[in-house]
C-alpha cells in the first residue's frame, strides 16, 4: 500500500513551537525514551498544571533525568482498529456508538486513520492515503468494510502499530474496538505484546463483550494486557451508556496526557526489556495514581526474548 505523507495544517504559533521542540528533542536523540503519563486524583479526575519538576522517573529503578516534558492538547496520531467479523454483527449499534463518540474530540490537525480487520487486515482509507483528518470520511470507510468472517484481531493490532510510525505528530495511539476473541491471525499475542512495548504509542480498549453464541470466542484477557503495558485502559462497557461514557473519557485522556522523554541508561546486562515507574509529588493535590507503560522492549530483540 502507498504510504504517502499530508502536510500537517498550521496551529497556534505557541503550541506549535512546543511540538515542533518536542519533536526535535525526539529526533536529535534517537533512542529517547517517550513516556506518556496520565496524572488522576483520588476521585479520578485528570490534575493539570503540573510542571517537570513534579515528575521522577525511574528506568529498572534507577533514576533518568527527564530530558523532554510536554504538557496537553498537541496533534495526534490516532488510529482506530476495528472488529468487522462475525462475532461483532450484533454488535452494530453498540460500535457505532463508540466509535462517533471517540472521532468527537479530533482536532483538525490530527492525523487519523482506521483498520478494520475480520479473515484479514483492511486499511479503511481509499486511494493508498495513509491519514486523513475528516471524521466523516474515517467513519463512512470504515463502515464500508463488510461485516462477516472470522477474527484477525493479533494481525490488526500489528498492522496499526508499524503503520503508526509513519505519521509526524509527537503523541501516538491506538484505540481497539472488539470483542477480544482471535481466531484467523498470522501474529500471536506474544508478537503483539513485543511491538506494543518497542512502540511509543498508548493503547486503548472499548471491549464489546456479550452473551451471544460467539461469547466463548471473546477474551477480555489480551485487551487489558496490551492497555495496561502501554499505559491505556480497557473499558468493558454493557450499555449504551457506559460505552458513551468510556469513549468520553478515553478522549479526555488523550487530550490531558503528560508526555515525559528520557535518555536510556547504559545497556550492561543484556536484558530487552526495561521497566520504567514514574513517581509524582505536587502539594495540594492529595495521593496521586500516575498510569503509564510499564517499559519499553529494546528495538532489535527476538520476540521469543519478550518477557
Given at each position: 500500500m502507498s504510504r504517502g505523507v499530508r502536510k500537517r495544517a498550521p496551529v497556534i504559533p505557541l503550541l506549535s513551537a512546543a511540538l515542533l521542540l518536542l519533536q526535535a528533542v525526539i529526533s536529535v536523540h534517537t533512542e529517547l525514551v517517550t513516556v506518556p503519563v496520565t496524572v488522576t486524583d483520588a476521585r479520578g479526575r485528570h490534575v493539570v498544571g503540573l510542571g517537570r519538576e513534579h515528575f521522577r522517573v525511574f528506568e529498572d529503578g534507577r533514576p533518568r533525568p527527564v530530558a523532554v516534558f510536554h504538557y496537553g492538547d498537541a496533534p495526534l496520531t490516532l488510529g482506530l482498529v476495528v472488529d468487522r467479523s462475525q462475532s461483532m454483527l450484533q454488535k452494530r449499534a453498540a460500535l457505532q456508538t463508540a466509535v462517533?463518540?471517540?472521532?468527537?474530540s479530533s482536532r483538525p490537525d490530527d492525523e487519523l486513520f482506521a483498520v478494520g480487520f475480520n479473515d484479514s487486515v483492511t486499511f479503511a482509507l481509499a486511494g493508498g492515503r495513509p491519514f486523513t483528518n475528516d471524521v466523516r470520511e474515517i467513519e463512512t470507510a470504515l463502515y464500508a468494510i463488510p461485516a462477516g468472517g472470522r477474527t484477525a484481531l493479533y494481525d490488526g493490532v500489528a498492522e496499526a502499530?508499524?503503520?503508526?510510525?509513519?505519521?509526524?505528530a509527537g503523541r501516538k495511539a491506538l484505540v481497539l474496538v472488539s470483542d477480544g476473541g482471535d481466531n484467523a491471525s498470522l501474529e500471536t499475542s506474544a508478537r503483539i505484546l513485543a511491538l506494543a512495548r518497542q512502540s511509543n504509542a498508548v493503547i486503548y480498549a472499548i471491549g464489546l463483550?456479550?452473551?451471544s453464541v460467539a461469547a466463548e470466542e471473546e477474551d477480555a484477557g489480551l485487551l487489558t494486557r496490551l492497555c495496561k503495558d502501554t499505559g491505556g485502559v480497557a473499558y468493558f462497557p454493557r450499555s449504551a451508556e457506559d460505552i458513551l461514557a468510556a469513549s468520553t473519557s478515553v478522549a479526555r485522556d488523550l487530550r490531558e496526557q503528560y508526555t515525559l522523554g528520557f535518555e536510556p541508561g547504559p545497556r550492561t546486562d543484556g536484558r530487552p526489556f526495561r521497566r520504567i515507574d514514574v513517581k509524582v509529588t505536587a502539594d495540594g493535590h492529595g495521593?496521586?495514581?500516575v498510569r503509564t507503560r510499564s517499559g519499553y522492549l529494546v528495538a532489535g530483540v527476538r520476540d521469543d526474548e519478550t518477557p
Open positions: 462517533s463518540a471517540l472521532l468527537q502499530l508499524q503503520h503508526l510510525q509513519v505519521g509526524h463483550l456479550g452473551t495521593r496521586l495514581h
